[in-house]
Every structure is written in structure tokens, then in C-alpha cells.
């Protein structure tokens, strides 16, 4: 198998403490590595975050485990956290997360989800988190402006162009190969998505250079993953095909699983009791997410980060529903936004340990046998440290 004549990425960049690239984390989990044990293979989350107080519940799991953390930012929540400008926002988020980072003693990566370098305004956003962030992507699959998957020469080319401008600074770049179905973000949804062609596959690696992949194999973004009443459908005999196909050019490449919610359905009920007689009781009914025997599926075939982000911003709808049902009168924010920290810092943590993810960097604070998800319960009595 030819060899990728892109520049290689840069292992040797230090990064402010606490932080390193997702590549690097991520390989540690494909290869099993936990402190200086090497045992079976786990996948590391990538959670979307929107908000300040969704960084620090996923900031407080990743420390409870001693796991890995991958923080994901779309160009909107950046837009969002920079009061409308996108650039604004990767600097604030940067500087809060790296104070954060440097009095904790795991590795976190802050990674830019479904960056295009296609459109002006998009090409900013991806240079900005260039110099500040750890790790991005490089969506170039899908041409929004004209609702059209982009020609393969094109999104190879887009993409090359990120990797020579990343990998000397030592970020690790993900692509995308294949249209996937869903709203990724609030100005790039498909109605329809395509499978990933193994011969593709194979020319988008070698040109690109890309160390991380995120092929389409039946996911989708968003709550309503298929029909109500049947089971999502992924195609695992795909991901071992492409898998092989990538490990045969670098065992370095890792895969990517978008639109792996598996929406919890301790959550959904909770949200279900607490909406009687409201008629968004049946939109939560009729919520779909893929049932976690198929993400296992993925990660047994060797994908290493699973995007997670619709069932975290459930778990916080729920728990709101949930405080303000109980008490719609108390006039303090803190009260709401505790009880809601406390949900998504929970819902992260079931994550973290489905996917194998703790015990990275130190000895779990929490035993993780005995921890318990449940939104009616508040987070010391669900972590056992009450
Ligand atoms: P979900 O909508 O399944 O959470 O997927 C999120 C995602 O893939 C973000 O890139």
C-alpha cells in the first residue's frame, strides 16, 4: 500500500497544560492504553458543548474517572459563546477551558466539529481554532450552499489544505467522507445520507493525509433517528471493511462515529412523567436514538470517538422539566442550573463508562460499578460520595 505524502503530524508540539491533540488520545484508546497498562480497546465521547455550564459537567466527569476528555464546538455554539462572532467565541472557550485544565490531572482535547473550509466565513472559524485549539474538523463532505454532496476531488482538496496548515502545529484533523443524514448544526442539515465507497475511502486517506475519518455508515445527527417503534440499523459489516482498508494504509487512523446518541430512556421516562397532559409529551415519546448494541458494534470494530450531543441536551431539558415542575418559584438561577449541571454531569459520566473511559490518568474517584443514573436522585448520592 502506497504511503500518504502529507505532512505528518507534529507530536512533539506542547500544548498548555492539560490539553493535547485528540489524535493522541484517541489512539490510546484504540490501542487500550490506561496509565502505562495496555488492555482492551475503549472509545472516547465527544461532547458538543453550547454552554459554560455544560463545559464544566463534562470538565467535572472527566476528572471523577481520571478519563480522557474530548470538548466539541460547532461553529454555531461558537458563534454562541462569542455573542455572534464565531472568532470571539474560540478565544473565550479556549481560555476558560485551559484554566481549567491546568488544575486537573487528565488530558482534554478542545476539537471544532464539522468546520468546512468551503465557505469564507467557515475558513475563519477553522484558521482561528488552528491556533488555539487541539484538534479539528474538516467537513468538507457536503456542499450546504447547494444542497450537494461535494465532488470527492473537492473535499480531498479542501481537506489536504487543513492538513498542511494542522498537522506542523500538531492538531490532529478529522474528515468526512460521505453524506450523513440529520441536523449537524443549525445551517447544515441533509435530508438523505450516502454510505462511504471503500474505493474512496482509500484516495481520500493517501491525499488527504487525515489521521481521523468519520465515515457514513447508517448514523444520524439529532433525536429522531429512524421511525418510532423500529431499531436503528448500522452497517458494522461496512465499518470492518473500512477499518481494515484504513489500518492497511497507517494503523494511526482512527474512526469517528457521528450521531452516536443512544438517547437514555431513564431520561426520556423522566421527562415523559413529568410532561402529563402537555403535547410535548409525545415529541419525547416518539424520540428515536440508536440502541447501544450497535455503537458497541463500532467500537468492536475499532471506531474510537463516538459525537454524542443530542441525549446530553435531553438530559438537561428533562432535568429543567423535572426542577420546575417540582418548584417553578425560586428565584434564583443557581437552583435551575444546579440541578441541571448535576443531570448533564451525569449523563456524561454514564457515557464515559459505557465507552470504557475512565482510569486513563489516575484511579477513578468514583466507583463506577456503583454509580448510579437517575434525575431524580442529585449527583453525590448518584456518584456514591454523599
Ligand atoms: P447526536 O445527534 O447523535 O448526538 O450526534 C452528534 C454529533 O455527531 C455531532 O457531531
Known amino acids: 500500500m502506497s504511503k500518504s505524502t502529507a505532512p505528518k503530524i507534529n507530536t512533539t508540539r506542547k500544548f498548555p497544560d492539560g490539553l493535547a491533540s485528540a489524535h493522541s488520545l484517541l489512539l490510546n484508546a484504540k ?6 497498562h495496555k488492555g482492551t480497546r475503549y472509545a472516547i465521547p465527544a461532547f458538543n458543548v453550547t454552554t ?15 478519563s480522557s476528555g474530548i470538548l466539541a464546538f460547532s461553529n454555531s455554539a461558537l458563534k454562541s459563546f462569542g455573542g455572534g462572532d464565531p472568532i470571539f467565541g474560540v478565544d473565550l472557550v479556549t481560555n476558560y477551558i485551559e484554566q481549567w485544565a491546568k488544575r486537573l490531572k487528565v488530558k482534554v482535547a478542545i476539537h471544532l466539529d464539522h468546520g468546512d473550509y468551503i465557505s469564507e466565513s467557515g475558513k475563519k472559524v477553522v484558521q482561528a481554532c488552528a491556533l488555539r485549539f487541539t484538534s479539528l474538523m474538516a467537513d468538507n463532505s457536503t456542499d450546504h450552499k447547494n444542497e450537494r454532496a461535494m465532488p470527492l476531488k473537492d473535499n480531498i482538496q479542501l481537506t489536504r489544505e487543513v492538513v498542511n496548515m494542522a498537522h506542523p502545529l500538531g492538531l490532529s484533523v478529522e474528515g468526512e467522507l460521505g453524506v450523513l443524514a440529520g441536523e449537524e448544526d443549525e445551517d447544515t442539515k441533509s435530508d438523505h445520507s450516502t454510505y462511504t465507497n471503500p474505493e474512496e475511502l482509500e484516495q481520500f486517506l493517501l491525499e488527504t493525509g487525515v489521521l481521523m475519518l468519520a465515515p457514513t455508515i447508517g448514523t444520524m445527527h439529532g433525536p429522531n433517528k429512524g421511525k418510532p417503534g423500529t431499531k436503528v440499523k448500522l452497517n458494522i459489516q461496512l465499518s470492518h471493511e473500512l477499518l481494515k482498508l484504513a489500518d ?20 426520556v421516562q423522566f421527562a415523559v412523567n ?17 440502541d447501544w448494541d450497535q455503537i458497541e458494534g463500532l467500537i468492536g470494530a475499532g471506531f474510537s470517538k463516538i459525537n454524542t450531543d443530542t441525549e446530553n441536551r435531553q438530559t438537561y431539558v428533562a432535568a429543567l422539566i423535572g426542577a420546575l415542575k417540582k418548584d417553578s418559584a425560586k428565584i434564583d438561577i443557581r437552583h435551575y442550573d ?10 456524561y459520566i454514564k457515557k464515559l463508562i459505557m465507552a470504557g473511559s475512565y482510569g486513563v490518568w489516575h484511579e477513578p474517584k468514583i466507583d463506577v460499578n456503583k454509580f448510579k443514573f437517575d434525575l431524580g436522585i442529585d449527583l453525590a448520592t448518584a456518584t456514591g460520595t454523599k
Request: a negative charge; charged letters at 15%.
Open 31 to 36: 490501542n487500550g492504553v490506561k496509565g502505562n
Open 52 to 66: 459554560f455550564q455544560a463545559i464544566n459537567s463534562a470538565l467535572s466527569a472527566f476528572d471523577m474517572l481520571g
Open 248 to 267: 492497511s494504509i497507517n494503523p494511526e487512523i482512527l474512526f469517528v462515529a457521528h450521531g452516536a446518541s443512544t438517547l437514555y430512556p431513564e431520561v
Open 274 to 290: 413529568n410532561l402529563e397532559g402537555h403535547a410535548s409529551q409525545q415529541k419525547w415519546k416518539d424520540f428515536v436514538g440508536t
Open 338 to 347: 444546579k440541578a441541571t449541571t448535576e443531570a448533564v454531569t451525569q449523563s
